[in-house]
T-cell receptor
């Protein structure tokens, strides 16, 4: 099954700055997904990243704020831009292990904006 | 919106079977039932999935009612490490379909 390495695991950032989160999958996957999980809440999908095309964003999330790269079938980045304290959250990447199987997740990035 | 309903929390004694219910009364014929769990401060972990037959793997068993409107995840011998939030999700299999996460059930295993 696919394993995802996500980094950084946590960071404390100043407001107005940007942070790029990286996810590396140990096998080729078609789609990768980026989620946000606010404290005590469930997961909310930010966008779906397909290699070779622009990411598809969910309602409430825009490319200028959360630009995503997907340069190949094993790697993706999510940038949280011009951060504010409201962006403090856990960010997770995910990929499907295979048809008819579940998704695997990175260990998450705990972001605190001060 | 999530298509599943789960109790917000449950307790279970260590060593006993933990039975976690899920209602999915609007499930479509081509939608599978998936279960994940999230241990504190970790990414979600896949547990099991099924379409209409009962399923068992090394982690758990999944019992789906004949009308497919509800299911139960069974952890046969719960340990303290099974304390987590358990999510029941319905979706069509295949990588083009996203997961829609409900609030899940917080399962606390007590010694």
């Amino acid at each position: 099954s696919a394993v995802i390495s996500q980094k950084p695991s946590r960071d404390i950032c100043q407001r107005g700055t940007s942070l790029t989160i990286q996810c590396q999958v140990d096998s080729q996957v078609t789609m990768m997904f980026w989620y946000r999980q606010q404290p005590g809440q469930s997961l909310t999908l930010i966008a779906t990243a397909n290699q070779g095309s622009e990411a598809t964003y969910e309602s409430g999330f825009v490319i200028d704020k959360f630009p995503i790269s997907r340069p190949n079938l094993t790697f993706s980045t999510l940038t949280v831009s011009n951060m504010s304290p409201e962006d403090s959250s856990i960010y997770l990447c995910s990929a499907e292990r295979g048809v008819d199987y579940g998704y695997t997740f990175g260990s998450g990035t705990r972001l605190t904006v001060v | 919106d999530a298509k599943t309903t789960q109790p917000p929390s449950m307790d279970c004694a260590e060593g006993r079977a933990a039975n976690l219910p899920c209602n999915h009364s609007t499930i479509s014929g081509n939608e599978y039932v998936y279960w994940y769990r999230q241990i504190h401060s970790q990414g979600p972990q896949y547990i099991i999935h099924g379409l209409k037959n009962n399923e068992t793997n090394e982690m758990a068993s999944l019992i789906i009612t004949e009308d497919r409107k509800s299911s139960t995840l069974i952890l046969p011998h719960a340990t303290l490490r099974d304390t987590a939030v358990y999510y029941c999700i319905v979706r069509v299999a295949g990588s083009n379909y996203q997961l829609i996460w409900g609030a899940g059930t917080k399962l606390i295993i007590k010694p």
